[in-house]
């Protein structure tokens, strides 16, 4: 896996070491920011979380850096696939939580997954795939199938998208890791579908 992450950056590590796993840390490409390449880093699954329940993302108000810090080191989430099979039991049982709060979370959790395309798309954290970049896939292919069926000359010749994140969307479709990913938040339910264009 670091070897592959090494390639498909094509970045050398810096000196820095992630603080939860140990592993080098590389440059971003999304931002000026470092990055662990460890798939089970526990840090990158806590900064995924929060990314991916941000407003502009998939929207999980109540799912903060703490909760975040508490659902993964408790086990129970180790990516954002396995917030939709969270119980509001097992969150209501963690330390300061309570039924309440645990509702109104996976209510939420739940709401999330009518977010359209472009908003899933930028949620799942593939390099180079920023809002922008997501946005012009969902104009573009409208399914989450589409994009991933289109190959890499048709996605690079996408406005908007560019060569970078073509071949970043090829090489992430291409992990087993992530493909199953998907399968499982298609199984639970999450808008495959741009939203509709208003006229
Ligand atoms: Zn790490």
Known sequence: MLKFLAKLFAA?????VC???????FPSPNSAATYCPNPDCPARVRRWLVHWATPEVMNVPGLDAALAEQLVSSGLIRDVGELYTLQAAEVAALPGRNP?????????????KARPLEHLLHGLEIPHVDAAVAQALARQFFRL??????????LAATPGVGPDAARSLVRWYGD?????????????????????ERS
């Open 176 to 196: 087993p890791v992530n493909r199953r990913l998907i399968e499982r938040l298609r199984k639970a339910g999450l808008n495959f579908y741009a939203q509709p």
């Open 12 to 16: 050398t590590p810096t000196d820095q």
């Open 19 to 25: 603080a939860d796993c140990g592993s080098k840390l």
């Open 100 to 112: 309440a709060t645990a509702e109104l979370l996976v209510t939420a959790i739940a709401t999330s």
């Open 145 to 154: 199938d589409a994009v991933f069926s289109a190959g890499e000359p048709k």
